[in-house]
């Protein structure tokens, strides 16, 4: 309990008042301070006068700052408000800060003289730091937002050109369809065909947007998956498309991951059926190896395809982007946007690197199982 | 002077003829911080005062944060100020970093330098073996923290939201605008490669002569720090000041002035 000095109120206001007073010399060490500031810092007096300066008390960060930009601007506007440091407490607490200060030249010596005034801001601290994270956070937000949005629009813009194309072409065909002419029986049966065709497209690219779309489902289960019995499903799944295009898949031993199983399963598929799509002269093959980091694993798709230029490389997984040199063969843009998602939502990294006419590589991190850490 | 360069540095400098007299300020700070040192040398020399991009009354649209994240951005910088001089050589005054910006700029043109005064200067803050910055690695995080706290803390994003119009907020800019401003965004970077660079190997080769004024007890750069530059500064002068603080040209103007005044007498 503080004790009051009825004759001198003047002292009992410098030395109870509910701030920290301190004053300092020339020299940097500490000439006076009141009982505020000691009883916060848990000092007696003599301890705190016996310091050899008054940077002593400031954590290392506020030095810095006291010496390179709070003296200088004392000395030149001889007063300073609001800068937020910190103290040591004597048991080695830090207690945040806001301090006002002065610069008074002493007339007899021509010494400077400088007066601190000190807040306790601990309360305050946390309520800054909880805003600096919430405006972070709502930065982040409205990044993910303007993503979005790009996104959205580049959608309106795909459908309304690559889904009108098969469209038209499906109605022009309509058109001169004749069903009550027998005589035209095979030329209907051809056009028929080709409206099939048109369709098929439509509805590839369709069932893309879709599975795209419900990766963002939230309530799918992670568990640990292997991967090496889910790389030879997809070539088992391919098979046919291998056997077609006389391709090779070789798959090195892979580990167990922590993932959802449908996705990684679509992400290889993905990056090998582009693999056998976008092939080069020379029979497609492709080689998947796995290398252990830490706690993930980085895995490498190459293939002896047609390759794309190396500026490209973060082109070839925009939602909806095509190169342009791929635009005559058949193609959503939606393949390799679904195996970014699929590697980000896994919290890994996806990449490509290549030269053109010499093959890609694709790589990707999955995050290892806990156990095999 | 071309006005663009003139905008981008703020430069203050009347050229008639005498010789130029460059002053660098340090982190944290702005050309102001010279106010008590250039005015004398006014007589004998062109003094030119400029704020780095970033700081004080630069132009901060020229700030690129992926150009300034080594101290060679800013020597540059000082090449190009020199450059557009047009003269055949200055003597330039640095504080601080600025000191060893000055020294990397003599080290890609030397010829553009007569002398370099460097005032308490520091080629690398933290700890290393014999070598003592005065810091550790790990407190470099809490340097930047409290920069953060300061610069971008609530005190400069939270005030114009609740002060809210435009124009109040170009006043309370205004007010805020004193002295040793600088930009958020550039603050920390510049606290950051100021902080944790480490330009020792860089001293080596200097033929320039150099002035050393070292202040006996300074917090952030200690005496054993002057020493070190200038061992390895072979054509350098150091003056030990009996001061306390890491800004003698503030503190006490008198015997910096008298310091470098005798030096450049001396190298006439």
């Known amino acids: 309990m503080n004790q009051l000095n009825h004759n001198h109120p003047t002292i009992d206001l410098f030395n109870q008042a509910p701030c920290g007073f301190l004053s300092m010399d020339h020299e940097g060490k500490i000439v006076a301070v009141n009982n505020s500031l000691l009883n916060w810092l848990d000092y007696n007096r003599e301890e705190m006068l016996a310091l050899p300066s008054f940077v002593h008390i400031l954590t290392l960060g506020s030095r810095i700052l006291f010496e390179s930009t709070l003296i200088p601007k004392l000395r030149l506007q001889e007063e300073v408000a609001e800068v937020s440091m910190e103290m040591w407490k004597k048991n080695g607490e830090k207690m945040p800060i806001l301090v006002n200060a002065s610069m008074i030249k002493d007339e007899t010596t021509g010494k400077s003289v400088y007066w601190f005034s000190i807040l306790d801001i601990t309360k305050r601290k946390t309520f800054e730091r909880e805003l600096n994270a919430a405006k972070k956070e709502a930065e982040e937000k409205a990044r993910q937002l303007e993503l979005k949005n790009k996104e959205l629009e580049r959608f309106a813009h795909v459908i309304s050109h690559d889904l009108k194309g098969p469209l038209n072409t499906i109605s022009g065909l309509l058109n001169i369809l004749d069903i009550r002419d027998p005589s035209k029986s095979q030329r209907n049966d051809q056009i028929l065909e080709l409206v099939f065709g048109s369709t098929q497209k439509m509805k590839q690219m369709v069932d893309g947007l879709l599975s795209y779309y419900l990766l963002d489902q939230k309530d799918l289960a992670i568990q640990p998956v292997d991967l090496q019995l889910l790389c030879n499903q997809a070539v088992c799944l391919l098979n046919s498309d291998i056997q077609k295009s006389n391709g090779k898949i070789g798959v090195d031993k892979l580990p167990v991951v922590q993932g959802i199983e449908g996705q990684l399963l679509s992400l290889f598929l993905n990056l090998f059926s582009n693999a056998l799509k976008y092939r080069s002269k020379a029979d497609p093959e492709i080689q998947v190896k796995a290398k252990l980091e830490r706690d993930w694993v980085r895995i490498e798709v190459q293939d002896n395809g047609l390759g794309f230029e190396p500026d490209q490389s973060n082109k070839v997984f925009g939602f909806m982007e095509r190169l342009p040199q791929h635009s005559k063969l058949e193609g959503t843009g939606l393949g390799l946007a679904n195996c970014q998602r699929i590697v980000e939502r896994h919290g890994g990294k996806i990449w490509a690197t290549s030269e053109k006419g010499k093959g890609s590589c694709f790589y990707f991190t999955l995050p290892l199982p806990v156990s095999a850490i | ?268």
């Open chain 2, 1 to 268: 002077m071309q006005p663009a360069i003139q905008k981008k540095y703020n430069i203050k400098y009347q050229d008639s003829g005498k010789p130029v007299l460059v002053f660098a300020h340090g982190y944290g700070c702005d050309q102001s911080m010279w106010r008590f040192v250039a005015p004398a040398f006014e007589e004998k020399y062109d003094v030119l005062l400029f704020d780095y991009v970033g700081s004080g009354n630069s132009d901060i649209k020229e700030y690129n944060p992926s150009k300034y994240n080594t101290l060679y951005a800013y020597a540059e910088d000082v090449l190009e100020i020199i450059t557009y001089l047009n003269k055949s050589e200055v003597i330039f005054v640095g504080h601080s970093v600025s000191a060893i910006i000055g020294i990397l700029a003599a080290k890609m043109q030397p010829q553009f330098f007569q002398n370099l005064v460097l005032v308490s200067p520091s080629p690398y803050f933290i700890n290393d073996g014999a070598y003592k910055g005065g810091f550790s690695k790990e407190d470099i995080e809490e340097i930047i923290t409290t920069v953060e706290d300061n610069f971008i803390g609530w005190t400069s994003f939270v005030t114009p939201v609740i002060v809210g119009n435009k124009e109040r907020m170009e006043f309370a800019s205004e007010l805020e605008k004193s002295f040793c401003s600088m930009d958020p965004v550039a603050a920390r970077q510049f606290a950051k490669i100021t902080f944790s660079s480490d330009h020792r190997e860089d001293l080596a080769g200097i033929d320039v002569p150099c002035l050393i004024i070292q202040c006996q007890f300074d917090q952030l750069a200690p005496i054993e720090v002057g020493d070190f530059m200038h061992e390895k500064l072979t054509s350098s002068q150091l003056v030990v000041i009996e001061e306390w603080g890491h800004c003698p040209h503030l503190t006490s103007p008198g015997k910096v002035i008298a310091s470098i005044d005798q030096f450049l007498q001396a190298h006439q």
